[in-house]
């Protein structure tokens, strides 16, 4: 699993520098920094036009809005659907935002429709989403666990579309879980403005339109390989690889996740097809979940070959289905994979029909797909789940 367990005392230590105590010191804000730097002259500036407006709250579950104070003592109990804790860290020429609590993974939406703009990734920002709407004015949010897939610079959203969730990438998070959000006219972040009543005023029922699912943690590899427990090459239909490659435990410090270290089989020129099983293909070793959900998986690598992707294998009462194939997204950065099971467009893998006929399924594998490539493919997969619809 990916959540570093950050000591309390850190943590408090954060949270008090960030509080609006008179004698605060200034932060220097690397994100203000950072961002002015990226406004670049292919993003042209216009006069900002009418007042700002937020449609939709940013994050849709639990949290807490502002200077966190549940962290004092370690608890999150304040978090909530609703505003009850809502406060402004805003610090005018120093914290040039709202940071919004919440746990890892939480659906962000975007706040008002526009086209995106400086999305991606920078060192201090980290997984970074910009709207920019048809008035001028800038809503920016960052340190994203990943950015939803499709969102791309030149991408017209609306209110309300997902487009990444809540994490702790980039440097300026201080390694702590938050969204930052900031809201600013005429593409110069430092004329930004206090959201916060804007924020208010939506921060209603947010956990009401994405009602928190129900959750089966397949594998999270918090403390070994899981159902994971064969060699990549143990499936007899795995091709191209070399009988070196592995699939292992990888640890650094509190992040754990299955490393796959993928090696070329030489003597073969015929495309890959890994086939991770899990429990070995048996179903009766696997935690069975309903199909009326999706499974969600993250993957992290930045040397797959072009064309790769990645696909699931599911056990049902007359055989193995295959889902759709996903383009592996090949930057660096973690990214989530979600195969929903409502909409199955698949095919049969063996003794099925391609279609998921039975009520109550299991995981029978991760397959990554590449073309057939030189040297090895160095991929990490975390938190293998099931979520209910």
């Given at each position: ?211 928190t699912p129900t959750i089966k943690v397949l594998d999270d590899f918090a403390n070994g390989v899981g159902h994971f427990n064969t060699s990549p090459t143990y499936s007899g239909s795995t091709t191209g690889i070399a009988a070196s490659s592995t699939a292992t435990h990888y640890v650094s410090g509190s992040s754990t996740h299955l490393l796959l270290t993928l090696n070329d089989n030489t003597s073969v020129t015929t495309p890959w097809k890994v086939r991770m099983l899990s429990a070995e293909g048996t179903p009766a070793g696997n935690t069975s979940f309903s199909k009326n959900g999706i499974v969600k998986l993250w993957l992290k690598t930045a040397n797959a070959a072009s064309g790769s992707t990645v696909q699931i294998y599911v056990d049902d009462s ?72």
């Open positions: 699993m990916r959540k570093n367990h950050v000591l309390i005392v850190m943590l408090v230590l954060f949270m008090a520098s960030c509080s609006k105590n008179n004698d605060q010191q200034p932060k220097n804000d690397p994100v203000k920094e950072q961002h002015n730097s990226e406004q670049v002259p292919d993003d042209p500036k216009e006069e900002t036009s009418g007042a700002a407006k937020i449609d939709v709250y940013p994050v849709r579950g639990l949290h807490n809005t502002g200077y966190d104070r549940s962290l004092d003592g370690g608890s999150r109990a304040s978090w909530n659907c609703n505003r009850g804790s809502s406060n402004s860290d805003f610090v005018a020429g120093d914290h040039l935002g709202i940071d919004i609590w919440a746990a890892e993974g939480t659906p962000v939406a975007a706040t008002v429709g526009g086209t995106l703009t400086l999305t991606g990734w920078s060192d201090y920002s980290g997984n970074k989403v910009t709207i920019k709407t048809s008035t001028g004015w800038y809503h920016f949010f960052c340190h994203l666990k990943s950015i939803a897939s499709g969102m791309v610079n030149g991408k017209v959203v609306k209110a309300g579309d997902i487009i990444g969730y809540v994490g702790k990438t980039g440097t300026a998070s201080n390694g702590v879980v938050h969204l930052h959000y900031s809201l600013y006219p005429d593409g110069v972040y430092n004329n930004a403005i206090n959201p916060w009543s804007l924020l208010y005023a939506k921060e209603l029922n947010v956990c009401s339109t994405t009602p007359d055989g193995t289905e295959g889902s759709a194939t996903l383009n592996v997204i090949n930057d660096g950065a973690w990214h989530g994979y979600i195969f929903d099971l409502t909409t199955w467009n698949g095919v049969n893998v063996s003794g099925g029909n391609g279609v998921l006929n039975a009520s109550t399924l299991t995981l029978d594998a991760i397959v990554l797909n590449s073309p057939n490539r030189s040297g090895t493919w160095t991929a990490y997969i975390d938190d293998v789940e099931w979520q209910s619809k």
